[in-house]
Structures are given as C-alpha cells and as structure tokens.
C-alpha cells in the first residue's frame, strides 16, 4: 500500500504547460521550425548548432562525434536519424517540486502566487489586480533573468544550473496555456492564474479564500492542460505526442501553433545575443535583458492587458537557491510498539539533488545510539546505515521514505542485523538551519518479514556551512560535463517517429529472501538467502528516457541457510521482465531463475531441506523456478518485492520462502 501511495504521488498531475507532453511536443516542433523552415521562413539550423555548441542544450547523442563515432552513430542518418536531433528536455522543470509548491517557483510555470489572488479585484471584474499586474511583472523579470543568464553566463554550467534555457522556454511555453495564463484574442496577457493545490496545502480563512474567484485557479487536472493538440481527425494527433517528432505542425491548436513560433523566435534569440555577447570586449555587460531585441519579443508576446502603477512595476521575482549537496546532524527518538522497543539515537545525514532522481532528493544517513526493549528486555547498543528518497514541497517541507536501512543492535541477547524500510518521512523547516522530523506509521522488516507500527519524532540541524559541494554526488566521485564541438551540423531528415534502440543499464543489488524457521532451526537464527550481485536491464533509449517494458538479466552470489547447520554459497542467474503500468511502479516477472551452490557448513549434517540434493557430504543447493513481485524504479534507485518461488518440481512451494526484498543502484 505503501509502495501503490508513493506512485500515486510521483505520476500526479503536475503543474505544466497543457502538459508534460506538451513541453517536448512544442519544444520538438519548434526545433522543426528552425531546421527546415516554417511560416514563410527559410531554415536556420545554424541556431540551434551554436547554442548546442555553447552548452545552452544538451548534447544530441551523435552531435560532434568526430572520426571513430560510436557503432550507432555511423549509419544513424538513414536508420535512427533522431540520434542527431536534440532531446526535448523543457518537460524536466515540471519534476522540480520544490518550486511546484512554492512562491518563490510560480514564475517558473508563469503563474501568480496566493497572495496575488487575494487582492482587491480590479475595477467592473471579478479578477484580482495583482494577477493582472504586479504577478505579470515579476514573471516578466524571471524571463529577464533566466535570458541574462543564458546570455551572459552561458555554457553547460548554467544549462545544469536548473536556470538556464530550458527553464526559460519552460516558462515561454506555460504562458501560452489557458490553465496559466488568460489571453485576450489580440494574445495580449490578460491575467495569471494560480495553481490550487497550494491553496489546498495552505488552507486559507474561509472568508479570505471566498474572496478569490473560481476562474483564478489552475485546477489539480486542468482539461486546459491538454488543449495544445487537436483531438480526432484522420491523424490521431493525440496518440502520436509520445514521440514528439511524429507531431505533424498541422496537430497543433491555434494556442499551441503560437506557443511553438514563440519558442522558435526565442531560440534565434538567444543565440544572436549570446554570440553579441562572446563577441563584445571581455568582462563587457550587453545587458541582453535591456537590448531592442528582447524587448520587441515581450512587446509581441508578453504585453499585459493592464498597465501596472507605482509599487507594481517594481516586483521582482525572489531569489531561488540551486539544490546542492548539505549535510544535517540530529537526534531521533523512535517507538516501534510491535517489536517493543524505544530507539534513542544521534544522526548524521548527507543530502544530494541528482537529475536522474528528479523530483526526489536522495541522502545517506548514519545513526548511532541506544536501543530500550520496553517489555523488559533490556537494552542494547545500536548502529545503522540508510539511504532515503526525498520529495521536496515547497521550501519549508518535504515528503519522503527509507527504501532501505540497515541497523545493527548489539550486547544483548536479541542483538542482530535488521534490514527495514520505513513509510513514511516527513520534514518541516521550524526556522533558517533547524528541521522537525516526523516517521510514521510503518516499518518493513524484511528479515522477520512483517509489517510494524512505529513513530519517530527528531529534530535536523544543518551547521552554517551547510552547502558541501555541488559538483560531487555520493555514488560518483565526480560529475563531468561532456564538451563536442560541431561546426558545420545540420540534423538529416528523419522519419519523425520515434527514436530506435534500447539502452542498458547496470545496476548493483544487493537482497535477502525470508523463509519460515524449520523444524531443527535454530532460536533467533533468520533461514533464506542473503546475496550481492549486478544486474543488467534494457530499460531506456538513446535519449535516456525509460521503456513501460524492461527485459532484466541479473548474476549474484548468496548465502543460503535452509536448516540446523546446514549453509550454502549459491549463484544465481535470473532473467526478468517488468511491465511499470504507473511509470514508477509496476508488475515483475522471472520466468526463469536458477540457483545453485555447494555445502559451505555443516557437512556432517543431512539436510533433507526442500532444493537440496546429493549424497552425506556433498551435498548442494539446487532450485529452478519462477517468481512473481512488484517493481519500484525512481532513477538509480530500483527495488523488488517479489513473493515465494515457484519451484518446478511437485511442491513446489516446499522451501516455505515468504518473499524476497532486492534493493539495486544504478551505477552507469
């Protein structure tokens, strides 16, 4: 249930432009636009080939490969010809929770914030004044910066930055949503709307919130979110937007045909001024916000239907920290009524944002403290290590859970490993550097295995020089960004279909397999299998982006325990295949696994467990079978809940597995 909430939460809708897919849809076309020419125009794929070349977008896979290209980009042009096409990226913004359902974000989206609809309304309207004008302005001074960033700044450090041209075009494309942004037939901007599930967070007075009109809000699932495409009609236009350079320029809505000419003319833009600006003296400010240019394109674009006053023209959007790396010291104090004990414990906590994570936040953790049985048992020193997946809401919350921990009690009768997961986590930020932290209500032992009520209270302090690093992950000892030049590119024609190939992906695992005690088990002694191993999986594209279908091959080595003495060291070959019906989350089949290994300990023992063969003295290990679980993959985070092996033999739940826990990291 747990695992089903998680999903739920990460493939809500979100606050974008129509939709995610109408971010790449028009980012696509708008590509289209400058390469081959459009609305009377000649082509120009020059823009898009200097502002790949200064970092500005990413990287196409085959962009600049130079004399020994890799196998698929030598023959791409005639067989996968959208390897030489850039990536739509400007979906990615929309992951960034952090600015989702914060103030200081809304202009990322070119919405208004709740304190802008709760002013008085404009005069013979039901409008709100600051939606009209001062909301306007500020995120007309975040389009200013976002371009002076990508202008004067420039390179991959600010296309990585999170405020570069791929949160610009962003924020472009939102304002020509309905759901964001009401525009008069002229296009002029009549008014910004705000999204309501920040009003739903913050739950106004009931009379301050009767103040702010219905047609103010962008809804939860805004139907105006999808009206970038025409629906029906002989070309299925709806039904080709999973591959953005399928979308014929004809599919698009009279909204979405100007949102991509927008995106287009700010493309050309950008790059004249960034090339102005290389060219210009060194250390000289261009000042590209100021230029004739620029303000023509907002004169054409970005004209408000009211004029602002006084105070108004002054707004400015506030600054918005990057994420980094931080760290956190703290103290927890955790009751799990089930196992009856009290945890009292001193933490350390590493936190880190990561691209491929995004929206999630990831961090390591160290606890180290005393455990108090409550049914007087005792107590006893404990120990433990744990790797977390955090949502960031806003700047003062976040949401989040422990996909896997490891602790280790020791000095006491009932000492021993635990291998947990806790649902859920919750983080309030009391005030500049101090954090409440709240974990409830369960907690998975995957060695005992069962479910367990628990409730953690604890407070987080981050020290002054919180901001560790920002270009060195935990899992990487360095992030570096990867400079091709090419100077004469032009993209070849391509079939605009989708893009052909799978990508592999490794990955590290490490998992236990739980099974019931035996009749000549040992007190407190945990019976299954414990293993390390990797795992490959044909999980993504050339552009990175994930597959609903993922075959899986996997090879590890393992401790097996089946009963008294008798222990095992077992490899095991496992070929899978995953179906993530909700994007994050989805159903796991292994037709076909085999394990095998020999005796390690208590030779003298015959073990007449179900699985093993041979004679006294030599026995081994062997089962062949198939299993059936659920999948979990948030970026370089992959985990899998599978349940008993269904052995092929004529009992073939004889081993009285209960089921089996694998957390695997990404490591390419």
């Known amino acids: 249930m747990a695992l089903v909430a998680l999903a739920a939460l990460v493939v809500a809708p ?13 980012e696509a076309l708008a590509y289209r636009t400058l390469v081959e020419g459009h609305d009377g125009r000649p082509p120009r794929p020059e823009v898009l080939r200097d502002l790949i070349n200064d970092g500005a977008l990413d990287l196409p896979f085959c962009f600049g490969r130079g004399g ?69 302005v500020r995120c007309n001074d975040l389009l200013d910066g976002l371009l002076r960033q990508v202008v004067v700044i420039g390179g ?66 805004d139907h105006r979110d999808k009206t970038y495409i025409l629906e029906g009609g002989e070309a299925a236009c709806e039904k080709r937007t999973d591959n953005p350079y399928d ?97 009292f414990a001193a933490r350390g906590m590493l936190v880190r944002y990561s691209e491929d994570l995004n929206p999630f936040l990831y961090s390591l953790n160290m606890d180290v403290g005393y455990r108090q049985y409550t049914d007087g048992g005792g107590g006893a020193g404990l120990v433990g290590l744990g790797f977390d997946l955090v949502l960031p809401v806003g700047l003062y919350a976040t949401f989040g859970f422990q996909p896997a921990g490891i602790r280790v009690t020791y000095g006491n009768d009932r000492a021993g490993p635990e291998l947990v997961s806790r649902f859920f986590r919750f983080n309030y930020k009391l005030k500049d550097g101090v954090f409440l932290k709240v974990d409830a209500p369960l907690e998975v032992n995957w060695l005992k295995p069962r479910v367990e009520w628990t409730l953690g209270v604890g407070l987080i302090y981050a020290p002054a020089s919180d901001r560790l690093s920002s270009d060195k992950g935990l899992l990487l000892s360095k992030e570096t960004l990867e400079v091709r030049q ?54 993504r594209n050339r552009w990175g982006r994930r597959y609903e279908w993922v075959p899986a091959l996997s090879l590890s080595i393992g401790h097996r325990v089946t009963s008294g003495e008798s222990k095992y060291l077992t490899g095991t070959l496992a070929a899978t295949v995953r179906w993530y019906a909700l994007k994050v989350l989805g159903l796991s089949l292994t037709p076909v696994r085999v394990e095998y290994g020999p005796k390690v300990s208590g030779e003298s023992e015959v073990d007449a467990s179900p699985g093993v063969h041979g004679n006294p003295g030599s026995q081994y290990y062997f089962q062949a079978g198939t299993r059936l679980g659920i999948a979990l993959n948030a970026g370089i985070m992959d985990i899998l809940v599978e349940g008993p092996t269904l052995a092929w033999e004529s009992s073939p739940f004889a081993a009285k597995e209960i089921l089996s826990f694998r957390l695997g990291i990404r490591l390419d």
């Not at 023959?75 to 979906?91: E, G, I, V």
């Not at 070119?110 to 409008?127: C, I």
């Not at 023209?313 to 918005?320: G, I, V």
């Open 486 to 539: 090419d100077e004469a590119w032009v993209p070849p024609p391509a079939p605009y279909g989708h893009i052909h190939g799978r990508r592999s992906s490794w990955y590290g695992v490490g998992g236990v397999t739980t099974a019931d005690r035996p009749e000549n088990g040992v007190e407190g002694r945990n019976y299954g299998l414990g293993l390390v191993g990797a795992e490959v999986a044909w999980d």
């Open 68 to 136: 020994t290209p890799p196998k698929e980009c030598v023959d791409a042009a005639a067989k996968n010809p959208l390897l030489d096409w850039p990536q739509p990226l400007t979906d990615r913004p929309d992951a960034a929770f952090r600015r989702q359902f914060s103030d200081v974000g809304q202009c990322f989206h070119y919405m208004a914030t709740l304190d802008d609809a709760q002013t008085d309304a404009l005069p013979g309207t039901s409008v709100p004044r600051a939606l009209a004008t001062s909301a306007v």
């Open 14 to 26: 979100r606050a974008g432009a129509f939709d995610s897919k109408g971010h790449v849809v028009l």
């Open 247 to 343: 979308v014929p320029y004809e599919c698009l809505s009279p909204e979405g045909d100007r949102a991509r000419r927008a995106l287009a003319e700010l493309l050309a833009l950008a790059r004249d001024l960034r090339l102005a600006q290389l060219a210009a003296p060194k250390d000289a400010d261009t000042a590209p916000e100021r230029s004739e240019a620029w303000r023509a394109f907002k004169a054409k674009w970005f004209t408000p239907v009211h004029a602002c006053e006084g105070a108004e023209c002054a707004e400015h959007e506030n600054a918005d920290p990057p994420p980094g790396r931080y760290a956190f010291l703290g103290f927890d104090t955790t009751w799990n009524p089930t196992s009856h004990f009290v945890d």
């Open 156 to 221: 991959p450090e600010t296309r990585r930055s999170s405020h570069g041209l791929y949160e610009l075009m962003h924020a472009v494309g939102d304002s020509f949503s309905g759901s964001h942004t009401e525009r008069g037939e002229d296009g002029r901007i009549g008014y910004l709307r705000v999204w309501q599930p920040i009003e739903k967070m913050v739950k106004l007075p009931t009379g301050r919130a009767a103040r702010i009109p219905d047609a103010a809000y962008h809804k939860w699932d």
